[in-house]
């Protein structure tokens, strides 16, 4: 099924680059959005973010991409819920990207995961809050020049 009415073009293909989590409208259909996908027009060469079923009715964004990034938004929505619960306790910053550790310890490379820090700076405050409960130290965000 392709998308007859939206904003985006039908006369180029997309490609679906990557997810993020936030709240904007979809420049597609105008739908209010927290999972957010992110396309570029073959043409245009513009990035727009529209959300999933839209990104779905697009040419050139095939079925096992769709299904890839709804895997990479269930993933988030997962760390999403342990970074506000406080289960990370020290974040690595390096330009956009962050990497989220347990401990504000840091061993060498036990990272948990990695992902761009926009999607999960909100919740910096609530983990650390639930931390504070069990007198854990705050989440400590650091800004550095490269990971290693
Ligand atoms: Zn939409």
């Given amino acids: 099924m392709k998308a007859t009415s939206g904003n985006l073009r039908l006369d180029q293909e997309y490609d679906l680059v990557t997810v993020h989590y936030g709240m904007i ?31 779905s009715t697009l040419t050139g964004i095939k079925a096992d991409k769709v299904a890839q990034a709804k895997k990479m938004m269930a993933r988030m929505a997962k760390h999403r819920k342990e970074v506000s619960k406080g289960y990370y306790g020290y974040v690595k910053v390096v330009g956009e990207w962050a990497r989220f550790y347990k401990n504000d310890t840091v061993p060498a490379n036990r990272w948990v995961f990695q992902s761009k820090f926009a999607n999960y700076q909100d919740l910096i405050e609530a983990g650390s809050q639930a931390r504070a409960k069990w007198n854990e130290d705050p989440i400590k965000v650091e800004q550095v020049s490269s990971f290693d």
């Avoid at 996908?37 to 060469?45: H, I, L, R």
């Fill in 25 to 55: 409208a979809c420049q597609n259909c105008g739908h209010p959005l927290r999972n957010i996908a992110e396309v570029v027009g073959s043409d245009d060469g513009k990035h727009y973010f529209i959300g999933l079923d839209c990104a």
